[in-house]
């Protein structure tokens, strides 16, 4: 216990060079934290939203749907396979038939996917309620991206066209029966959804679909359907999750530098404590401390300042991140554009897991920079230690 509180004593002893070193490094600590913590946090967001609103417990597309390439679209539909029919019999799945269609609000004319749905699905959180209209008009939803770019709201008639599935082109006049507000731009911008009956009667394809959503309570959804895939959770949400690796690696260049900033200050210090400490060092060696022992008391010292530094760190970081974690960070109006699914407020998620591996981090490389120096000592001399020299 003796090297333990002696470096201890020694660490405090040296005042200000020590407490300016943990208060680097401890800014370094939060850093890691509340940037990994706020990337964490975005992911897990936008994947929960993009569940939610869009993908439910996963996706059978129709062999020749491709989302990317738009001139696929209207040959993408068929007769709903009987194993996937009786999923939607028991509550278990929605299908939604996607064709290509264009509306003219305001004298102009805007290109839109056309989509349909059964109001009365609940697999995912889209309020396609509202599409169980009792009316002559043709019902239809929106999204407030959608709404905001043609200028259409709640009420307003907008005349569709569309292409049925025998090429024949065809238009009537819909009625805005409800603007969602949601932030998955997925299902938003230049989306028009309408009943998916009334919509397969309009283009001409009974009882065909493009894609069936799957509950995320369905319990082993068969993997393998004649001309129809299924996209897992894991496909469906591999784009969204490899954008947050990248971002997470870019962040970390920042905290490196802030790590890297601290590590020099740690180095020097120890440096030139060898360098003062010569006499105390020649002393410690006749008083029969081995040069192991003496090593590890001064790797001890500099290990230390990350010790004490976490432990600053935790009297304004912890306050700091709880605030962050409940009240989140308000994200600029901009960041609407960018197609990620996340709110006004991005909220980080902070695991015991990156708390703990961040602390451990930051000691091992307090404790390697440490003992560069201290390797001097092992070819000291006694004699030349206690006359003050290193050589």
């Given at each position: ?15 200000l060079r020590t407490w300016l070193n943990v208060v680097v490094l401890s800014f370094s600590f939060v850093a890691i934290i509340w940037t ?21 417990g996963g996706q059978y597309w129709h062999e020749k749907y491709d989302p990317y390439d738009p001139l696929s679209i209207q040959d ?316």
């Amino acid at each position: 216990m003796i090297i333990p509180k002696l470096a201890l004593r020694n660490l405090l002893g040296a005042g200000l060079r020590t407490w300016l070193n943990v208060v680097v490094l401890s800014f370094s600590f939060v850093a890691i934290i509340w940037t990994q913590g706020l990337y964490k946090g975005m992911g897990d967001q936008a994947v929960h939203s993009m569940i939610d609103v869009e993908y439910g417990g996963g996706q059978y597309w129709h062999e020749k749907y491709d989302p990317y390439d738009p001139l696929s679209i209207q040959d993408a539909h068929g007769i709903v396979p009987a194993p996937l029919k009786k999923m939607i019999d028991n509550g278990q799945a929605t299908p939604v038939l996607i064709t290509q269609g264009v509306i003219y609000p305001s004298g102009r004319f805007q290109s839109v996917l056309l989509k349909g749905i059964d109001p009365s699905q609940t697999i995912i959180s889209l309020p396609s309620g509202f599409l169980d209209f009792e009316g002559e008009e043709l019902p239809a939803l929106i999204g407030s991206r959608m709404a905001k770019s043609t200028g259409l709201k709640v009420g307003d008639t907008v005349t569709l066209r569309w292409r049925d599935a025998f090429g024949t082109f065809d238009a009537m006049d819909i009625l805005i029966v409800q603007v969602m507000s949601t932030t998955v731009q997925s299902v938003d911008e230049g989306q028009l959804w309408i009943p998916l009956k009334k919509m397969q009667e309009l283009t001409r394809m009974e009882d065909e679909t493009t894609l069936i959503i799957v509950s995320k309570d369905a319990v082993n959804p068969p993997a393998d359907v004649r001309g129809w895939e299924f996209k897992s959770l894991d496909v469906l949400l591999k784009n969204i999750r490899e954008l947050v690796e990248v971002k997470t690696a870019g962040a970390s260049i920042m905290y490196v530098i802030l790590l890297l900033l601290a590590m020099l200050g740690i180095f020097d210090t120890q440096v030139l404590s060898i360098f003062r400490r010569r006499k105390e060092i020649g002393t410690l060696m006749a008083m029969g401390l081995t040069r192991a022992r003496i090593i590890g008391l001064f790797t001890l010292e500099g290990a230390m300042h990350s010790v004490l530094a976490a432990i600053v760190a935790a009297v304004y970081g912890i306050p700091l991140l709880i605030y962050f974690a409940k009240e989140g960070w308000a994200m600029p109006q901009a960041i609407d554009s960018y197609g990620f699914a996340i709110g006004e407020k991005l909220f980080p998620t902070y695991s015991a897991g990156l708390v703990i591996g961040t602390t451990l981090l930051v000691l091992l490389v307090t404790t390697i920079v440490s003992f560069l120096p201290t390797r001097k000592i092992a070819k000291l001399k006694p004699t030349d230690a206690l006359r003050g020299k290193l050589s």
